[in-house]
């Protein structure tokens, strides 16, 4: 996984096999310890993205310390040439305890720490350094095993690393992930690790090995795959503690769909939580709020035929529902796990007055970007009610291409409600929202609503938008055309908990007040929102 060459140094080895027989056993150990260490990798890239989020970030930090960290331990192998066979079993065993338990301390470190960036970059430079020391001690063992001419020992080393690496990185999102997840995952890939290392070297190289050596090789892999079994078994129990830890006592639901970590916690509807991959993403407290203000600007004006896309929760269709002169209601949400909780879970399906059985809403299952582009037309109304526009899973749904899709698919006079991220916490995020807009050929209207129930602080729990972030929810209202907007209730709107014509005036100046002015709209090749301090 990394070119390098290194010097050999030590006389033939004394096999109990074949010397063509010991190449190729070699060999099939490189391609199971490079299969091993990219399934590190991409275990650490992806529980950094959903515990920290930014994905393309955390991916730049783990593979940029990570190739780093291999140089270092490239130069610290040369010590260990003299006696390969041991030095190879140690990094192995090494190797399979770092990489096998990285998972499961990285997130003991955001549940009961908070914060796992230092954990994330230390396990990554480990895992580094123990990589970097494979090829040079492999290479001297191939070396020592069949001698042929350094470029085809070269040339055989990389062919398995590079294969092992395609078979790890794709046994990672295909096989170890939905099946085991990543706890169990990566503990089982540490298991066959040290497996795989220890078996060559005690059995392959067992005449090199003094007795003192073989005996400590022996105890290290027995040490570390009796550790990662154990806390295999023990992972069901670790995971509940976690989640306590991360979401209180009243986790009610846990489930890991195609998407996302999606939880339920509490269980009545002033109690209820719903957390996409660790995120807040509703609390019964204040969705009202957040809802309200959502959707109803956007109604005023004809509303027959709505699309939402997103907001798999129902929350933003039982508010759209409300209005008894809708005929149809399309939702495009790209997680089935979402739709299915909110039709299915008592208390969730009652927070959105069972919408999922008025005959008027009809679900897909979709990428809503993907699905615009089918040419769907025609809606008077458009609600994008999409995870923040920080994180990285999401950046194309808030770029101008996105929003000149959803301008075509509305009907002349339609309007689009999207939410924009918290203008107070990240203002750049939330302005280029409506720059992107207006790339698009809408005219909009920003506006921001506080998230405070009763309009004052109240405990740090109940200021928090939609991605758990303090302060307010920003929104955007847009129409195709030069027009601008109007920032009004419908005429006939249902009654409403928090929004008033007054309130929406005085949301209106609010954003307008913290207004960025020059920034570049957001397009699909030059993506412009990274989460903000």
């Known amino acids: 996984m990394i070119d390098q060459q290194v010097s050999l140094r030590g006389g033939a080895a004394r096999l109990p096999v074949r010397p063509r027989t010991g190449r190729y056993l070699v060999l099939a150990a490189v391609f199971v310890c490079a299969a091993c260490g990219l399934v590190y990798e991409l275990e650490l890239v992806a529980l950094a993205s959903y515990l920290i989020g930014d994905s393309v970030t955390q991916a730049s930090v783990v593979l940029s310390v990570m190739v780093f960290a291999m140089g270092i331990g490239s130069l610290l192998a040369k010590r260990l040439r003299g006696r390969p066979a041991v030095g190879f079993g140690l990094v192995e065993a090494g190797l399979a305890l770092v990489g096998g ?11 009961w720490m908070g914060e796992s960036r230092f954990a994330l970059v230390g396990f990554s430079l480990a895992i580094g350094i123990l990589i970097g020391a494979e090829i040079p001690l492999l290479m001297t063992l191939i070396q020592r095993v069949d001698r042929q001419d350094a470029g085809g020992t070269v040339a055989d080393l990389f062919a398995a690393d590079y294969v092992g690496a395609l078979v790890g990185g794709l046994a990672f999102p295909f096989l170890l992930l939905p099946v085991l997840g990543q706890l169990t995952g990566a503990l089982l890939t540490g298991t066959v690790n040290a497996a795989a290392g220890g078996a060559l070297v005690l059995w392959v190289f067992r005449r090199d090995l003094t007795r003192r050596s073989r005996w400590l090789l022996i105890l290290a892999n027995v040490t570390v795959i009796a550790l990662l079994a154990t806390a295999a078994v023990l992972a069901d129990d670790f995971e509940r503690a976690a989640r306590r830890a991360v979401y209180g006592d009243r986790v009610r639901v846990a489930v890991r769909t195609d998407e996302q970590e999606v939880v339920l916690t509490g269980a009545g509807r002033s109690s209820l939580g719903l957390y996409l991959d660790g995120r807040l993403w509703v609390s019964a407290r204040d969705e009202y709020r957040y809802h309200e203000a959502l959707v109803h600007p956007a109604m005023n004006g004809p509303h027959a035929r709505v699309l939402i896309l997103g907001g798999g929760d129902g929350l933003a269709a039982r508010e759209v529902l409300r209005y008894p002169d809708v005929r149809s209601v399309t939702l495009v949400e790209a997680d089935r796990g979402v739709t299915r909780l909110a039709r299915t879970d008592s208390a969730l399906s009652a927070l959105n007055a069972h919408a999922y059985r008025d005959p ?52 002349p006079g339609g309007r689009l409600a999207v939410h924009a991220g918290p203008p107070g916490a990240r203002p750049r995020t939330f302005w280029t929202v409506e720059a992107s807009m207006g790339a698009a050929g809408l005219s909009t209207r920003p506006y921001r609503v506080s998230g405070r129930p009763d309009d004052v602080v109240a405990g740090p729990e109940r200021d928090r938008d939609r991605a758990g972030n303090p302060h307010c929810w920003g929104f955007v209202l847009g129409r195709p055309g030069g027009r601008v907007p109007a920032l009004r209730l419908p005429p006939r709107a249902p009654r409403l908990r928090f929004l008033t014509a007054g309130r929406l005036a005085r949301a209106a100046r609010d954003a307008e007040r913290g207004r960025l002015r020059g920034l570049q709209p957001s397009t699909l090749v030059h993506p412009r929102y990274w989460e903000e301090p």
């Open 360 to 411: 008027r809403l009809a679900a897909v299952a979709a990428d809503p970007f993907n699905w615009l582009r089918e040419g769907h037309r025609g809606y008077d109304v458009v609600i994008s009610d999409l995870p923040d526009p920080g994180i990285t899973a999401s950046t194309k749904l808030y770029s101008a291409e996105f929003y000149g899709l959803i301008t075509e698919a509305l009907a």
């Open 101 to 111: 338990s990285s998972a499961l301390v990285l997130y003991a470190a955001f549940a």
